[in-house]
């Protein structure tokens, strides 16, 4: 029979049940001229009426959205293959691949990527929590799905992003936890004779990433101002590592060290040029690295993890990561006396207020010390 709207409706049976069926044509293929014509099933009439209707508004309005074969797992790969590989740093697209393999795809993978949810991904992230995950990875896994499912709306698969609909609660600020006064020189003692302490030293005193600080060359100091350049990191591939011409926040910037790490650097110099005598033609620093292993190879991140442990292990820090010295340059900036601002370009932060929130414990030492300043000058010209 004909309905009273664009198309027809039949019933026909399926499997031995009798359904009804609404076949609308929605266009006309550009290439063939053939027309495009889509099916909808129901129980009643009046409900195959409905949906043909719905479906009649979305093609109107440009909502419709053809149906593909395609689950979230297979979307996902495609999405970091075809987006993410190319486009973002090497230890990004690990980290995202690592994401999709260890949660998206388990709670997720096998569910068609047009039927996908908000409901689906409230459970991913519930189940997550219930396993223990801390809320900053439930965040990223979700943020990765939300950013993938962009893409898809971009590329006509979906029309809305389900993962707008979830709510996971905010991440509890991590607390950093710098070396003390008290440990700094336990720490600087215990370095010594280890091959990355200088290594661990320039790390210290001028607030450099591990990326970094192993990705540094000798073109990036300068020894009579006094300075480093940061503009490039090494970073971990599958193949191996690599120096990448960016920093994190894809700025460089100048660091300006105090004279004892100047000292370390020219200790680091000394040592590679004896290094080098030794391995003769073996020597392969191309990269020009001011910290490597004895055959000028980029040091490994994980080899310098491990050296570090063990150091901070000794002196009663075990719980202290190479990112802490980072902390402690900071710290121990701000409790000098420098300012917020001077501080954040020491890190290369975005803004002073990202450098004041991470360093707040710090900063409210600093006001403490300038009230208690504030209060002798008061009282001295009461005199």
Request: proline share 3%.
């Amino acid at each position: 029979m004909r309905s009273k709207s664009t198309g027809s409706i039949r019933k026909r049976e399926r499997n031995g049940v009798f359904i009804w069926e609404g076949r609308l044509t929605i266009g006309y293929d550009p290439g063939t001229g053939k027309r495009i014509v889509r099916s909808v099933y129901g129980k009643t009439q009046r409900e195959v009426q409905q949906k043909m209707t719905d479906l009649i508004y979305e093609v109107e309005h440009n909502r419709y959205i053809a149906p593909i074969k395609m689950t979230v797992g297979q979307w996902m790969d495609e999405y970091l293959d075809t987006y993410c590989r190319d486009q973002l740093k090497p230890y990004t697209v690990m980290k995202y691949e690592s994401d999709t393999k260890n949660y998206i795809k388990p709670y997720l993978g096998s569910i068609p990527l047009q039927d996908i949810s908000g409901k689906d991904l409230q459970k991913m992230a519930n189940g997550m929590i219930k396993k223990g995950l801390s809320v900053k990875t439930v965040r990223c896994a979700t943020g990765l799905c939300h950013k993938a499912f962009d893409t898809a709306i971009k590329l006509g698969y979906l029309d809305t992003n389900p993962a707008d609909k979830i709510t996971v609660k905010k991440a509890v600020k991590e607390e950093v936890h710098p070396l003390t006064d008290a440990e700094i020189p336990l720490f600087l003692e215990a370095i010594q004779g280890d091959r990355f302490q200088n290594a661990f030293a320039v790390s210290l005193f001028g607030g450099l990433r591990e990326g970094e600080c192993l990705g540094l060359s000798w073109r990036q100091i300068d020894f009579d101002k006094g300075t480093l350049l940061i503009d490039q990191q090494l970073q971990r591939r599958k193949e191996g590592f690599v120096v990448l011409p960016s920093t994190k926040s894809s700025r460089s910037r100048t660091v300006r060290l105090p004279q004892i790490a100047i000292g370390y650097l020219k200790d680091e110099e000394l040592k590679q040029k004896k290094a080098r005598l030794r391995a003769g033609k073996a020597w392969l620093n191309a990269e020009d690295l001011v910290f490597t292993d004895e055959l000028g190879m980029p040091s490994s991140i994980g080899t310098y993890y491990k050296h570090f442990k063990r150091i901070v292990a000794s002196i009663g820090r075990p719980d202290a990561r190479p990112h802490d010295l980072r902390h402690t340059a900071a710290t121990v900036a701000i409790a000098a006396g420098s300012d917020i601002k001077s501080v954040q370009e020491m890190l290369g932060h975005a803004t002073a207020s990202f450098t004041l929130n991470v360093y707040a414990h710090a900063s409210d030492r600093m006001m403490e010390d300038t009230a208690a300043r504030m209060q002798d000058y008061y009282e001295n010209i009461q005199k």
